[in-house]
């Protein structure tokens, strides 16, 4: 009988801090549901993902809640559901999320400095991160205009997907790579060059798939190892 209550009082516990960690979130929310109908007119989606779908928010104030959750590509916005309704959270207030696609988890963070295009408060997936390198990518969704030629039914605006990528390490900050070979071994401190370049071949690692590009970074990375 003890352990019942007790199992009961700690999943009482367990609902409250919940409870409190989402009421955190919503107070950063814009505090009206989000219209459904707000992109009826443009052909395609918004979103990485349509479908709300668990993940876990954490706050730069250090609130962690898991939740249901999509991301808006368009306007690089977070909303969370409730009650069947969704909710921005302002990206000023979020450090980091986790969703999925695909069927894998992929982190989002922001507070990313001197990538083109981006501010504070722009999230990346992390591809790779340790304390020699990172390695990004910024998934948005872009509006686009077709001219119909033939069929003036596919006349009109939709959404198209834009991925663009970003490599960055201590000497040279982020820079923006193509996922080629050549475009990937440029971002890294020129003095390694020719070790990655050869690794890279040996490999043949032409840097088409993400893991092609984070063999690269761990193979930089052990490199940096050998001079300590």
Do not use: P
């Given at each position: 009988m003890k352990n019942?209550?007790?199992?009961?009082?700690?999943?009482?516990?367990?609902?409250?801090?919940?409870?409190?960690?989402?009421?955190?979130?919503?107070?950063?929310s814009s505090g009206k549901p989000i219209a459904n109908s707000r992109y009826a007119e443009i052909v395609g989606s918004a979103f990485l993902d349509d479908e709300f779908l668990p993940g876990r928010i954490t706050l730069k104030d250090g609130t962690k809640a898991e939740v249901n959750l999509r991301f808006n590509a368009y306007n690089n916005t977070l909303e969370v559901e409730k009650d069947k309704e969704a909710y921005s959270v302002s990206s000023a207030a979020v450090a980091q999320f986790t969703t999925t696609q695909g069927?894998?988890?992929?982190?989002?963070?922001?507070?990313f400095s001197g990538i083109s295009g981006g501010t504070d408060t722009t999230f990346y997936i992390?591809?790779?991160?340790?304390?020699?390198?990172?390695y990004l990518e910024r998934y948005a969704r872009e509006i686009k205009t077709r001219d119909a030629e033939f069929n003036s039914a596919s006349k009109g605006k939709y959404f198209a997907i834009k991925r663009t990528f970003y490599?960055?390490?201590?000497?040279n900050g982020f820079k923006f790579v193509r996922k080629k070979r050549n475009s990937v071994l440029k971002a890294f401190p020129e003095k390694y060059a020719?070790?990655?370049?050869?690794?890279a071949k040996s490999n043949n690692l032409k840097c088409k798939k993400h893991s092609d590009i984070i063999k690269i970074l761990n193979f930089?990375?052990?490199?940096?190892?050998?001079?300590?």
């Open positions: 019942y209550f007790f199992i009961a009082f700690l999943l009482a516990c367990l609902a409250n801090s919940a409870t409190a960690q989402m009421v955190t979130i919503m107070n950063w069927g894998d988890t992929i982190l989002f963070q922001n507070n992390v591809r790779y991160f340790n304390e020699n390198a990172t490599i960055g390490t201590t000497e020719s070790d990655l370049k050869s690794y930089y990375s052990e490199l940096l190892k050998t001079e300590k």
